[in-house]
């Protein structure tokens, strides 16, 4: 499950839970014992609800810049009533994956990237939790699993900067279950549930049998659906509600202003909700300090989601989820538990929901804040780590005889990384004639098979198809082949366009110290590198 492993953990122990709302830190001993979450005075705030381990903490994931270029982070943000304004960074961690090209402004004439943000904010977190710590505490780092490949290397030069001796990553899912102490049996499937401020995410996890290199098994995402409501839309929702209660339109200008300053105590209404059946909020009007008050209750919540659809978007999203699944290979059968992390999942009309859609299946919802965090925490590095990949991975190839698709293999399970050379040289021609792009369709094979393919090669038949030049050994007729890397496409550039037939690019492959699949890939018409170990798709 763990991606790096760099030294031997040292007494203490922390770990990050980088959300897209809030960071949680973690800390530990060596020996799993003495949990709870770092509390930073100024930074973070306590969250609804007291779990079992205490009170937990959690830094509301705000930075902001004054015009002197100093800075503010997390609660100090908002109770200077600033997480609204240009120069605080909010959502940093959605924006820095997605590769924004927005610029904060930070201070005079300067802008920042939310690379250069998030930055700021994890590195002076982390210093001050090395500060608090006694020794030198290594850091455990929960990353969504289809997390960039350089976010794990990023993530690590932080770390250092701060002042770790080690640092490791953990999937985000592997961390989930084992926060919620979840033991899941070999081809069983449970669903994490994450809901925050940027919208709700549903994956289907499920745990992989054993093989020869791989005797414990591993996690493994077999479906995933996302939708763009994200709590921040529910607070709405609710300040909305309390408007129409005092018969006030939001449309107006003093409405909007008084909607924005419920909107900064909504997490008050869920803290009382947490421990009651309805909650009070009494707001002043910004400029005329007029009173708006009302009571929540449980019910109106309830009330609130349905009127705006929100039970459709869980059922439409984790249906998504559980049918991606299927088509991967997993059975009809329910999964063992639903797992709830994020702030929204704290939310009792949301767990309600939940519960309604899965009535039979367990649904572990007591600790949303820091289930990714404690899980983190009481991780425990393999010293004995197994270099390999795990499945086959092949590419797809049009046999003209047969008229049907076939497999070839370019990585089989087993296989060590990094590679000492390169694991397969391939040229591939166009389909048609005037072709200006060419694709690299990579498909996940999994079986259980763990014997290696022998030396092949992949060349261009005169049809525009892809034919090998070597043993003829196909996909196995158990295997069940996805395609893998539909999302992220390797598409090469023929310019001057591609002749149906013609050998047009030459590639050849190798892997990296992290799994990846990277591609040299040279034109044999202009005689250019067009790319120099890209890479293509991260193995697991």
Not at 338 to 352: H, K, N, S, Y
Not at 366 to 393: C, K, M, Q, S, T
Not at 475 to 488: D, F, K, M, Y
Request: some cysteine; charged content about 25%.
């Amino acid at each position: 499950m763990d991606r790096y492993a760099h030294s031997s953990g040292p007494a203490i122990r922390l770990s990050v839970d980088f959300g897209a709302g809030i960071l949680v830190v973690g800390i530990s001993e060596q020996d799993g014992c003495g949990y709870r979450t770092m509390e930073f005075p100024g930074w973070s705030q306590e969250m609804p609800g007291t779990g079992a381990d205490g009170p937990v903490h959690g830094i509301p994931v705000l930075i902001h810049y004054d015009q002197d270029g100093s800075r503010t982070i997390g609660d100090e943000v908002e109770r200077a009533g600033c997480s609204d304004h240009p120069s605080t960074a909010r959502w940093i961690r959605k924006y820095l994956l997605e590769g924004s090209p927005v610029q904060i402004p930070a201070g005079t004439d300067r802008r920042i990237t939310f690379r250069d943000t998030a930055m700021d904010f994890l590195g002076t977190v982390l210093a001050r939790a090395a500060r608090e710590c006694p020794g030198s505490p290594a850091v455990v780092f929960a990353i969504p699993p289809d997390a960039p490949e350089w976010y794990a290397r990023w993530l690590g030069s932080i770390a250092r900067g701060a002042g770790m001796t080690s640092w490791y990553t953990l999937d985000e899912h592997a961390a989930a279950a084992a926060g919620y102490r979840l033991y899941v049996e070999e081809g069983k499937a449970f669903l994490v549930i994450r809901f925050d401020e940027t919208g709700l995410i549903v994956s289907v996890v499920r745990r992989e049998g054993s093989s020869v290199h791989f005797p414990a098994g591993e996690l493994r995402v077999a479906g995933q659906a996302c939708d763009d409501t994200g709590c921040r839309a529910l607070d709405g929702w609710i300040a909305q509600d309390m408007l129409a209660r005092n018969r006030m339109r939001y449309a107006g200008a003093k409405a909007r202003q008084i909607h924005e300053t419920i909107m900064g105590r909504i997490g008050e209404v869920y803290e009382q909700l947490a421990a009651a059946d309805d909650a009070g909020l009494e707001v002043a009007a910004p400029l005329t300090g007029t009173a708006i008050s009302a009571r929540i209750s449980r019910y109106d919540i309830d009330r609130i989601v349905t009127e705006h659809g929100f039970p459709s978007v869980i059922d439409r999203t984790t249906g998504r989820a559980l049918a991606a699944a299927r088509s991967r290979g997993c059975g009809e059968e329910p999964p063992v538990a639903i797992l709830m992390t994020g702030r929204g999942c704290a939310i009792p009309a949301v767990q309600e929901l939940v519960k309604k859609r899965f009535p039979n299946v367990p649904v572990l919802c007591d600790r949303p804040f820091d289930a990714v965090a404690r899980g983190a925490a009481l991780f425990i590095p393999r010293e004995n780590r197994h270099d390999r990949i795990r499945y086959d991975y092949a590419l797809r190839y049009w046999d003209p005889t047969a008229r049907k698709h076939r497999y070839r293999f370019l990585v089989r399970s087993g296989t060590r990384y990094p590679s000492a050379g390169q694991v397969a040289r391939i040229t591939i021609s166009a389909a048609y004639d005037g072709q200006t792009h060419l694709g690299i369709p990579l498909y996940e094979i999994i079986t259980a098979a763990d014997a290696h393919a022998p030396a092949f090669e992949l060349v261009s038949d005169a049809a525009g198809g892809i034919r090998v030049a070597g043993p003829p050994d196909d996909a196995g007729t158990g295997s069940r082949p996805v395609l893998v890397n539909e999302r992220t496409p390797t598409l090469l550039a023929a310019d001057p366009p591609a002749f149906k037939g013609d050998p047009r690019f030459e590639m050849t492959f190798t892997l990296d110290a992290e799994k990846h699949l990277r591609v040299t890939v040279r034109d044999l018409v202009t005689g250019v590198l067009v790319k120099k170990d890209a890479p293509v798709h991260r193995l697991t």
